[in-house]
């Protein structure tokens, strides 16, 4: 059984080692990126303050998609929480495989999923959005997120979340994507 403080000790250290691997360059993304990992990995709005930090308008990501749409759909999954997700998996799917990986993602401290990937049934990431104008968005996904006093819908993956584990998905998943960042 996984208690409480092995959960955090082990999300701490698979962030830092994160931070170590994750592909931002330059002087100033790898500190900023080391930082984000020494943060407590799963507060939304430290981790959002911290990517503010970086140059922004500078970054670039080596995935399809621009670095404005990756915070397009980093606030879209945010948004989705509390609104509902468009298309889910399975009852079956979220009570078993879907459970089973909410948990070995918390337990390594890492989320691995494939960084192309729309969010299933999601309408298409705009074509033509800055760096600054996608950070935006998510700042403001963040804002309401943590403002938000109602019961979060379930993940599409996962199921049922609370807004503590949701919180801890959401920065799993930037952090996952913040691998394929790097500073111009």
């Known amino acids: 059984m996984i208690t409480r403080r092995r959960l955090l000790k082990t999300s701490l250290t698979g962030a830092a080692k994160l931070a170590v691997v994750s592909g931002i360059v330059g002087g100033v993304g790898i500190v900023s990126v080391r930082q984000i990992a020494q943060s407590r990995s799963h507060d939304l709005a430290a981790l959002v303050a911290k990517i503010g930090a970086m140059p922004v308008a500078q970054l670039s990501?080596?995935?399809?998609?621009?670095?404005?749409?990756?915070?397009?759909?980093?606030?879209?999954?945010?948004?989705?929480?509390?609104?509902?997700?468009?298309?889910?998996?399975?009852?079956?799917?979220?009570?078993?495989?879907?459970?089973?990986?909410?948990?070995?993602?918390?337990?390594?401290?890492?989320?691995?999923?494939?960084?192309?990937?729309?969010?299933?049934?999601?309408?298409?990431?705009?074509?033509?959005?800055?760096?600054?104008?996608?950070?935006?968005?998510?700042?403001?996904?963040?804002?309401?997120?943590?403002?938000?006093?109602?019961?979060?819908?379930?993940?599409f993956a996962f199921g049922d979340l609370s807004m503590a584990q949701y919180e801890a998905a959401h920065c799993l998943h930037i952090l996952n994507h913040l691998q394929a960042f790097s500073a111009a």
């Open 61 to 155: 990501n080596a995935g399809e998609w621009s670095v404005g749409q990756v915070f397009a759909h980093m606030a879209q999954s945010i948004d989705y929480s509390m609104t509902g997700y468009p298309q889910m998996k399975s009852e079956l799917f979220r009570a078993t495989a879907g459970n089973v990986a909410f948990h070995l993602f918390g337990a390594a401290g890492q989320m691995r999923h494939p960084l192309n990937e729309a969010i299933p049934g999601a309408p298409e990431l705009p074509a033509e959005i800055s760096n600054e104008d996608g950070f935006a968005l998510l700042q403001q996904s963040a804002r309401n997120f943590l403002a938000f006093r109602q019961q979060p819908r379930p993940l």
